[in-house]
Structure formats: structure tokens, C-alpha cells
């Protein structure tokens, strides 16, 4: 029930701002150059190494675009 009304939640908010996902996926993809530029910390080195948030954002984004033509 729980996941049920989550789902029909996240659709109806989704459905009025279609460009949102794709607006993170942006963002993340910006985040990861400014991340590669930063020093290497424990942390941030290894999220300049994996490049985890280009591959997060770029997800993002194309869920975004196959969810606004869905919605």
C-alpha cells in the first residue's frame, strides 16, 4: 500500500514538472567537473576517480526525458 500511493505520488508530482529529472541529471553532470577540479580528499578523490556523479546524472537525465514523454 505504502509503495502504491509513494508511486502514484512521485507520477503526479513528476507530470507537472517534466523537465525536473533532466534538470538534476544537468546539475550532477556539473557537480562531477567541479568535483575532478577539487583536491584529492578521501572523499572527493574518490568520487573523482569513479566519476559517480556523471554516471548518476547522466541516468538522471535520460529517465527524465523517457519519463516526460511517458507522463
Given at each position: 500500500?505504502?509503495?502504491?500511493?509513494?508511486?502514484?505520488?512521485?507520477?503526479?508530482?513528476?507530470?507537472?514538472?517534466?523537465?525536473?529529472p533532466v534538470l538534476i541529471g544537468v546539475v550532477l553532470?556539473?557537480?562531477?567537473?567541479?568535483?575532478?577540479?577539487?583536491?584529492?580528499?578521501?572523499a572527493v578523490g574518490w568520487l573523482a576517480e569513479t566519476?559517480?556523479?556523471?554516471?548518476?546524472?547522466?541516468?538522471?537525465?535520460?529517465?527524465?526525458?523517457?519519463?516526460?514523454?511517458?507522463?
Amino acid at each position: 500500500m505504502a509503495i502504491t500511493r509513494f508511486l502514484r505520488v512521485a507520477s503526479d508530482y513528476l507530470a507537472r514538472r517534466k523537465g525536473l529529472p533532466v534538470l538534476i541529471g544537468v546539475v550532477l553532470i556539473c557537480l562531477n567537473l567541479v568535483v575532478t577540479f577539487l583536491p584529492p580528499w578521501p572523499a572527493v578523490g574518490w568520487l573523482a576517480e569513479t566519476d559517480l556523479l556523471l554516471h548518476i546524472g547522466a541516468l538522471v537525465g535520460l529517465m527524465g526525458v523517457l519519463l516526460g514523454d511517458a507522463l
